[in-house]
């Protein structure tokens, strides 16, 4: 784990030496796929990596597949073999950028920015266009975002047999409370 968080840090931030940074290795990341009369599908990973460069707005993130954690362990072993194959795809990225970011413009009210970057799960990319919300805390940046993905976009295949059982999109929810990196 160690040696991708150095790679992702080394690959973001490699032009910005001086940069000032926010950073968090307990970043809250969500799913929900269900659909309303069925069991809920929801799971949460409280292990998400993410780094923010507030020079420029870049932002990074990696997360383990297996970190997700559900309510029901059957669930979430046909999660892990079954849809994300996470000993093969063991880990997730999102890298982008906040537009028009300015550390001074965050404060203690929330503030909505466009949040544009490249999500990759299971080797596959996606774009990503959404808003985050900021605020800052005291000496932490509280981030906020959420945005829908479908299966298919990252070749996840739904047998047949529970389609119907599981939402077309996903929505994944953010809560990250990123520290300034001293």
Same mark, same amino acid.
């Given at each position: 784990m160690i040696k991708y968080i150095y790679i992702l840090v080394m690959l973001l931030f490699s032009t910005t030496i001086t940069a000032q940074k926010y950073f968090t290795k307990t970043g809250i990341t969500e799913f929900k796929a269900s659909v309303e009369t069925f069991e809920p599908i929801e799971a949460t990973n409280k292990s998400t990596t993410v780094i923010l460069n507030t =020079?420029?707005? $870049?932002?990074?993130?990696?997360?383990?597949?297996?970190?997700?954690?559900? =309510?029901?362990?059957?669930? $979430?072993?046909?999660?892990?073999?079954?849809?994300?194959?996470? %000993?093969?795809?063991?880990?997730?990225?999102?890298?982008?950028?906040?537009? %028009?970011?300015?550390?001074? =413009?965050?404060? =203690?009210?929330?503030k909505e920015f466009k949040l544009k970057g490249v999500l990759t799960i299971r080797g596959k990319d996606k774009a990503i266009n959404t808003i985050v919300k900021l605020k800052k805390v005291k000496s932490t940046i509280l981030l906020n975002s959420l945005f829908s993905v479908k299966p298919e976009e990252f070749e996840i295949k739904i047998p047949g047999i529970v389609r119907n059982k599981i939402a077309k999109s996903i929505n994944l929810i953010l809560n990250y409370e990123l520290i300034e990196k001293k």
């Open positions: =020079k420029n707005g $870049q932002i990074a993130s990696l997360l383990f597949i297996k970190a997700f954690h559900f =309510k029901v362990a059957l669930m $979430q072993e046909h999660f892990n073999e079954n849809y994300m194959d996470s %000993d093969r795809y063991s880990k997730a990225t999102f890298k982008g950028t906040i537009i %028009d970011f300015d550390i001074n =413009k965050i404060s =203690k009210e929330e």
